[in-house]
């Protein structure tokens, strides 16, 4: 059994947390942590493919140019290749899954941010 308690835990960017929920080189589970305010830089997978899926809270996607707020119990899913970057524009934090196949280990390129 797993849960965000027991599972590995991990910084990144400023401030926010990740938990490996399931950490398999064909699939990566994690539960994320942002912060209001907080962001994470541009990017794109050349193989994986990634589901975003909001717990709690507002997460706003900018995705290929187009902005997304995922609000809780919504889920947004990211082809290879697309231009995406997870952003918490609002005053509280957000909590969200992401689920990527295959895993995104050495598979991420990262752009100039928009922020």
């Known amino acids: 059994m797993i849960s965000k308690e027991n599972a590995e835990h991990y910084f990144w960017g400023e401030d ?38 909001v717990l709690n809270g507002v997460l706003s996607m900018e995705l290929e140019g187009k902005l997304h707020n995922i609000k809780a119990l919504q889920g947004l899913e990211i082809p290879p290749g697309t231009k995406h970057q997870a952003r918490n524009d609002t005053g509280s934090s957000v909590e969200f899954i992401v689920i990527s196949h295959p895993t995104t280990r050495g598979d991420r390129s990262d752009l100039p941010s928009s922020c």
């Open 16 to 53: 926010c947390d990740g938990w490996y929920l399931v950490n398999r080189q064909d699939m990566l589970v994690i539960h994320e942590k942002m912060p209001a305010g907080t962001y994470e830089k541009r990017h794109f997978h050349s193989v994986s493919r990634q589901f975003f899926f």
